[in-house]
Structure formats: structure tokens, C-alpha cells
T-cell receptor
Framework: DAGVTQSPTHLIKTRGQQVTLRCSPK?????VSWYQQALGQGPQFIFQ???????QRGNFPDRFSGHQFPNYSSELNVNALLLGDSALYLC??????????????FGSGTQLSVL | QKEVEQNSGPLSVPEGAIASLNCTYS??????FFWYRQYSGKSPELIMF????GDKEDGRFTAQLNKASQYVSLLIRDSQPSDSATYLC??????????FGAGTILRVKS
């Protein structure tokens, strides 16, 4: 079992650019959540996808958007990058149903640097 | 915005001692709480979860929950240098959203 895989591992962009991050969930998981973790902070919830729809969203601007594909994989898109978007972006997958948070697994993350 | 508060530390304990990590939360509606360990440059990994008031033990780890005081703690017995990491406390908000604290840095000195 490959677990949750994210790509790329590192990314450098300049202000104003757009970026797409990718995530493949753990086998058997159908729900994907994205978190942003700034240096020295805990992860902050961006949004969650289930059945190819955004099910829940955190306090992030519309510049942050996502998508889930029929195979449950997901993308996070960030437009008009700001310096403050520099962070570790974590994808987490879980199965639906009772106790899903107990089965939440994080990927290794994508480290995004905005210059 | 519901909040989870943790002392950032670092908390330094000698090898073999008990490490006590604390967390408070603002949302009285939260019912589920999680402790994650995160090594530098790595992703968070789940250590324990607790739903009911009282203590829950798993090996060297004990989670404690007091809903009246909105307080969660994690005790690590017989601390080892390999326990040195950042410990994240998280509460579940409406739906499946996890709200994390900023984490407490633990340093176990040999």
C-alpha cells in the first residue's frame, strides 16, 4: 500500500503565478482533504472533497480551488500566488463513514515557496 | 473561527521522565480530539484519539479529556530521545474538519 502520495515534493514559484498540486489517496479511501501548514504553525483546513464535490471549506479565499477525479485523486490549485502562500501543503485521505477521522492519513506534503 | 491552543514550548524533559502536553479548545460542541506527532520536515502521524471524558491509555501514551474544562492532554511515560518532535492537538469541528493547535515542541534529553 503506497499510502497517500503527493506531487511534487518541492515547488518554487513567483508572485502572481498559478500552481497545481496533486494527491493520490490511500487505497480504499474516497475522501480527500487539503491542509496548509505555515512554518511553526499547525495545519489549517483548506477544503475537503468527496464524490467529486467540495463538501466542506475552511477560511481560504477563492484563489484556492480544487478538484476530485473519479479515481478519488485530487488537485489543489492556487491562483495569483502571494508571498504568504509559502507553506507545506498537506493532503489527507480517509474513508467515509463512522470513525473516518481515526483513519485519516497524511501525505508527505508539497513544500511551496513563493518568491 | 474555533480555536485550539497549545503552549509552543519547547518542553524539555530528561530521558525516562514523563512528558505532559496540554491543549485547550474553544468549541464546546467538539466531541472528538486527536494527538498527532510531527517530526521536522515530515507529515503528521496519528498517535491517539479520545472521545470520552477521562483517560485513555495506549502503551506509553495516555490521553486525558475534560470536556467541562475544555482541556485535553497527552502524557508520554518513559520518554525517549526518539519522542522528540512537535505534538499537534486537534479537535473535530462540524463535519470532518480538523482544527489544529500550533503544536508543542518536545525535546527529550539523553
Amino acid at each position: 500500500d503506497a499510502g497517500v502520495t503527493q506531487s511534487p515534493t518541492h515547488l518554487i514559484k513567483t508572485r502572481g503565478q498559478q500552481v497545481t498540486l496533486r494527491c493520490s489517496p490511500k487505497s480504499g479511501h474516497d475522501t480527500v482533504s487539503w491542509y496548509q501548514q505555515a512554518l511553526g504553525q499547525g495545519p489549517q483546513f483548506i477544503f475537503q472533497y468527496y464524490e467529486e464535490e467540495e463538501r466542506q471549506r475552511g477560511n481560504f479565499p477563492d484563489r484556492f480551488s480544487g478538484h476530485q477525479f473519479p479515481n478519488y485523486s485530487s488537485e489543489l490549485n492556487v491562483n495569483a500566488l502571494l508571498l504568504g502562500d509559502s507553506a507545506l501543503y498537506l493532503c489527507a485521505s480517509s474513508p467515509t463513514g463512522t470513525g473516518s477521522n481515526e483513519k485519516l492519513f497524511f501525505g508527505s506534503g508539497t513544500q511551496l515557496s513563493v518568491l | 473561527q474555533k480555536e485550539v491552543e497549545q503552549n509552543s514550548g519547547p518542553l524539555s524533559v530528561p530521558e525516562g521522565a514523563i512528558a505532559s502536553l496540554n491543549c485547550t479548545y474553544s468549541d464546546r460542541g467538539s466531541q472528538s480530539f486527536f494527538w498527532y506527532r510531527q517530526y521536522s520536515g515530515k507529515s503528521p502521524e496519528l498517535i491517539m484519539f479520545i472521545y470520552s471524558n477521562g483517560d485513555k491509555e495506549d502503551g506509553r501514551f495516555t490521553a486525558q479529556l475534560n470536556k467541562a474544562s475544555q482541556y485535553v492532554s497527552l502524557l508520554i511515560r518513559d520518554s525517549q530521545p526518539s519522542d522528540s518532535a512537535t505534538y499537534l492537538c486537534a479537535a473535530v469541528e462540524y463535519g470532518n474538519k480538523l482544527v489544529f493547535g500550533a503544536g508543542t515542541i518536545l525535546r527529550v534529553k539523553s
